[in-house]
C-alpha cells in the first residue's frame, strides 16, 4: 500500500518535472493530463472468493496496461454494488449473465445466453455498459455420482422421469422457482421428487450428501471445484430450464476507452469455466492462495500480464 | 398490501394448515427435534450433575467445560456433523442436544450443590445410603433449579432448532429459512410467530412446572391445597419440617 502510493507520488512527481522543465509543450501536457485522468480504473467485487479472484484478474490485466487500479473488493451483494457502479463510485465489477439481468428486471424469462445478452442491453441503466462475456460460466448444475449415471444411463435432466423417484438436493429456493422442481415438471416431466432443502449453495454438505447416497442428484454451481475432483456427472439442460451465467464485466461508460475494452475482452475470450473452478480450488482447502497471487499465475499462463 | 396483511394472509392461506409443510406438522416436527435433543442431553447432563453436585468432585472442569460448550456456534458444529455423519434429523438432534447440555448440567450440579449441607449430613447421621441422600434428600431439594436448567435449555433449543433447517431438517425453521432464500418476508416472519407462540407456550408450562417442583422440594407442601402450593413462596409449615433453614428459591 505504502509502496503504492509512493509510487504515485513519485509519478506525480516526475509528471510535475517535466511539466516544469518544458514549459513550452503546452498541448503535450493537455495529453498527458488527459492520459492521466483516463489511467485510473476503480474496480469493485462482490463479497465472495470468485467475484474477488476475477476482480484481481481485471485489475491485474489493466495495471499490465499501465493503468492505475483502485482496489474495492467484497463490496456486498448486488443491491449494494451496482447503485455504487452507477454513482461513479467504482467504475468496474464482474457480474453473472442471468443473475444481472434477472436483478434488473425481476419479470425476465430470458434463459439461453443470446436472449439474456440482448435483454441486459435493454434493461441496463444508461450509465453502465457490458463487455464481451467470457467463456467461464457458474450456473445451478443438477450433478450426479458417475456411478448413479452409469447404473441409471443419465446424461440430460429428462432421464430423470425414468426413475422411480429421485431425491434432490439444493438451496432451498429451486424448490419454488422457475429453475428449480416446478421447471424439472414442465420443461423435463420430472414429478416425483424427494427435496432436502440445503442452504450451503453447493457446497460441501450438499456434495456430502450426494456422495454419501443421501441423495441421487444434487445442484452445485459450475465453477465449484467438487465437481471436478469426484468426477461427478453434471446433466445436461438442453431445454435451458436454467438461466446462463457467463462472467461479464459491467463497467460504467465513462470510464470505457478503447484499451480497457480490449484488456478486458481478452481476459474474457480466455476465462474459462474449468480455469474458474481450478482457481476456487487454489482459495480453498489446506493451502489457501490468496486471489492476487491465484490472478497472477492464471494471468502468466495465459500470456495477458 | 402491508406486511402485516400479506402475514394473515399467509397464515390463512389452507395450504398452511394441511399436509408435510403444514404449520400443524412443522410444529409437531419441531417439538419432536427438541424433545429428542433434551431427552439425548439429559442422559448425559443427569448422571454427570448428580456426580458433580454430590461429590464436589470436577466441579471446576465441568464449569469451564460448559462454559466453552455455551461458545459453540450451533451452524458450525451442525455443518461438521453434516460432513461427519451426513444429513438428516439425526444431526440436528446431536447439534442441538449438544447445545443444551450446559444448561441441563448446570442446573444439576448447583442444584443439589446449593442443598443445605446440614439437611445432607442429617440423613447421613439418620442412617440414609449415598443413594437415598440423592434420590430422598438432594433431588427433591435441588428440583426447582434443576426445573430452572431445563426450562432454559428447552427455551434455547426451541429457538435454536430453527436453525437446523439450514442443513436440511424441517420444523418451524423451514418457514423462516425458505422464505429467506425466496425474499418472502410474510413467510419469515409467520414462521418466526409461530416460534415465539411455541416457545411462550413451553416456557410457560415449565413455569407451572417449576411451581410443581417446589412442592417436592418442600414436602409439607405437597399435603396443602393446591393453591398454596402455587405460592410465590414456601409455607412456614415446610420450613419447620425440614428442621432447619431450607435453601432461598425462587419460584
Known amino acids: 500500500m505504502i509502496s503504492r502510493r509512493l509510487i504515485t507520488l513519485s509519478a506525480a512527481a516526475v509528471l510535475v518535472l517535466t511539466a516544469c522543465s518544458n514549459p513550452n509543450t503546452a498541448a503535450q501536457d493537455n495529453i498527458d493530463e488527459a492520459a492521466g485522468a483516463a489511467e485510473s480504473v476503480s474496480i469493485g467485487s462482490a463479497n465472495f472468493p470468485e467475484s474477488e479472484i ?108 425414468e426413475l422411480d423417484q429421485v431425491r434432490l438436493a439444493a438451496n432451498p429456493e429451486f424448490a419454488e422457482r422457475s429453475y428449480g422442481l416446478p421447471g424439472m415438471e414442465e420443461l423435463y416431466g420430472v414429478t416425483d421428487v424427494e427435496f432436502t432443502a440445503i442452504s450451503d449453495g453447493g457446497g460441501p454438505a ?50 470505457m476507452n478503447e484499451q480497457v475494452v480490449d484488456t478486458l475482452n481478452e481476459v474474457s475470450a480466455a476465462l474459462t469455466t474449468k480455469s474458474l473452478s481450478q482457481m476456487n480450488a487454489l482459495h480453498s482447502g489446506d493451502d489457501v492462495q490468496e486471489p492476487a497471487e491465484i490472478a497472477a499465475n492464471w494471468l502468466e499462463e495465459n500470456d495477458l500480464n | 398490501m402491508s406486511l402485516l396483511q400479506e402475514t394473515l394472509a399467509w397464515f390463512s392461506d389452507p395450504a398452511q394448515w394441511s399436509g408435510p409443510t403444514s404449520i400443524p406438522w412443522r410444529i409437531v416436527e419441531h417439538i419432536g427435534y427438541t424433545f429428542f435433543a433434551i431427552v439425548a442431553a439429559a442422559v448425559v447432563a443427569i448422571p454427570a450433575g448428580i456426580y458433580i453436585g454430590h461429590t464436589g468432585r470436577w466441579r471446576k472442569l465441568a464449569v469451564l467445560s460448559t462454559g466453552s460448550l455455551r461458545a459453540l456456534p450451533f451452524l458450525g458444529l451442525l455443518t461438521l456433523l453434516a460432513l461427519w455423519l451426513g444429513i438428516g434429523p439425526l444431526i440436528s438432534i446431536i447439534a442441538l442436544a449438544i447445545l443444551c447440555i450446559p444448561q441441563l448440567l448446570a442446573g444439576m450440579y448447583s442444584g443439589i450443590d446449593a442443598v443445605d449441607p446440614h439437611a445432607v449430613d442429617a440423613s447421613r447421621a439418620m442412617g440414609m445410603t449415598e443413594t437415598q441422600i440423592i434420590l430422598r434428600v438432594e433431588l427433591p431439594l435441588a428440583m426447582p433449579v434443576i426445573l430452572g436448567g431445563l426450562r432454559s435449555a428447552v427455551l434455547q433449543v426451541t429457538a435454536t432448532a430453527t436453525v437446523a433447517a439450514f442443513i436440511g431438517a424441517g420444523g418451524l425453521g423451514r418457514y423462516i429459512i425458505d422464505g429467506l432464500a425466496l425474499r418472502d418476508t410474510p413467510r419469515v416472519l409467520g414462521g418466526a410467530l409461530v416460534v415465539v407462540l411455541l416457545a411462550l407456550l413451553l416456557d410457560g408450562l415449565f413455569a407451572l412446572a417449576q411451581r410443581f417442583g417446589a412442592r417436592l422440594a418442600y414436602p409439607a407442601a405437597h399435603t396443602a391445597p393446591a393453591v398454596n402450593v402455587l405460592a410465590p413462596s414456601p409455607s412456614p409449615n415446610s420450613r419447620r419440617t425440614t428442621h432447619d433453614q431450607p435453601p432461598t428459591h425462587n419460584s
Open chain 1, 54 to 161: 476475477i476482480s484481481e484478474i481485471y485489475a491485474q490485466a489493466l495495471e499490465a496496461q499501465g493503468f492505475e487500479v483502485d482496489r474495492h473488493f467484497q463490496i456486498g451483494a448486488r443491491e449494494v454494488y451496482l447503485p455504487a457502479l452507477e454513482n461513479g463510485e467504482i467504475d468496474l465489477i464482474p457480474e453473472y449473465t442471468g443473475n444481472l439481468l434477472s436483478y434488473l428486471d425481476p419479470d425476465t424469462t430470458a434463459t439461453s445466453a443470446e436472449t439474456i445478452e440482448a435483454e441486459l442491453q435493454e434493461a441496463l441503466p444508461d450509465a453502465l455498459d457490458i463487455l464481451d462475456p467470457a467463456l467461464a460460466e457458474n450456473k445451478d448444475s443438477l450433478n450426479v455420482t458417475p456411478e448413479f449415471a452409469a447404473e441409471h444411463d443419465l446424461t440430460s435432466i429428462g432421464d430423470l422421469a
Open chain 1, 206 to 255: 450438499t456434495v456430502q450428501a450426494l456422495l454419501d447416497g443421501t441423495v441421487d442428484v444434487a445442484d452445485i454451481y459450475t465453477t465449484t471445484p467438487a465437481i471436478e475432483e469426484h468426477n461427478l456427472v453434471t446433466l445436461e439442460d438442453p431445454e435451458q430450464m436454467i438461466a446462463a451465467q457467463y462472467v461479464l464485466p459491467v463497467i460504467r461508460t465513462e470510464a
